[in-house]
T-cell receptor, first 112, second 114 residues
Framework: QKEVEQDPGPLSVPEGAIVSLNCTYS??????FMWYRQYSRKGPELLMY????GNKEDGRFTAQVDKSSKYISLFIRDSQPSDSATYLC????????????FGAGTRLFVKA | EAQVTQNPRYLITVTGKKLTVTCSQN?????MSWYRQDPGLGLRQIYY???????DKGDVPEGYKVSRKEKRNFPLILESPSPNQTSLYFC?????????????FGPGTRLTVL
């Protein structure tokens, strides 16, 4: 079983829809939780990060962490065609060093 | 411009021929890392370095070596490449502290081992 599970999609939505992207994890040692966006043929870029359980909002993006359920989500409101990309969740555990574990990534298509 | 650079961007080689992929950052970051990205597996960490002369294994270190003699550079060495190392490789860097989580990625190196 992978430490971090993420549905690879693809997920296709119409412009303006609310998008929900999710990851589950199995290791309680994960401390930091991040969402990266990766456009085709580019390196990932950080969208949001959080340390604690709860919600964090940044513009059209909301990151949610539920440590008790080992579940994180990214919500995108009023989705735009420019949001079409692969979204990767990532987590850092500080047991045995600072290792970063990424989910497989969910490919999102937003249709105009 | 603040950036992470990787060279080469594309490389086709043959089994057993030693190669080095260079990574350099101009942001004075302490933390640097190498990942490989494969379809369906996402990004997997190969090695990381907390600072000069401090390196540690990630989750898939077999067949790779790294060195960190200068803060800005973190080369990835494949002593004897094999076809299962065909992949897309990313280098990343970040500051220490809470910003460990904000990693800046290079543009990627697509490696094919025949």
């Amino acid at each position: 079983q992978k430490e971090v599970e993420q549905d690879p999609g693809p997920l296709s939505v119409p412009e303006g829809a609310i998008v929900s992207l999710n990851c589950t994890y199995s290791n309680s040692a994960f401390q930091y939780f991040m969402w990266y966006r990766q456009y085709s043929r580019k390196g990932p870029e950080l969208l949001m990060y959080t340390y604690s359980s709860g919600n964090k909002e940044d513009g059209r993006f909301t990151a949610q962490v539920d440590k008790s359920s080992k579940y994180i989500s990214l919500f995108i409101r009023d989705s735009q065609p420019s949001d079409s990309a692969t979204y990767l969740c990532a987590m850092i555990r500080n047991t045995g060093g600072f290792k970063t574990i990424f989910g497989a990534g969910t490919r999102l298509f937003v249709k105009a | 411009e603040a950036q992470v650079t990787q060279n080469p961007r594309y490389l086709i080689t043959v089994t057993g021929k030693k190669l080095t992929v260079t990574c350099s950052q101009n942001m004075n970051h302490e933390y640097m890392s190498w990942y490989r990205q494969d379809p369906g597996l996402g990004l997997r960490q190969i090695y990381y370095s907390m600072n000069v002369e401090v390196t540690d294994k990630g989750d898939v270190p077999e067949g790779y070596k790294v060195s960190r003699k200068e803060k800005r550079n973190f080369p990835l060495i494949l002593e004897s490449p094999s076809p299962n190392q065909t992949s897309l490789y990313f280098c990343a860097s970040s500051k220490p502290g809470v910003l460990y989580n904000e990693q800046f990625f290079g543009p990627g190196t697509r490696l094919t081992v025949l």
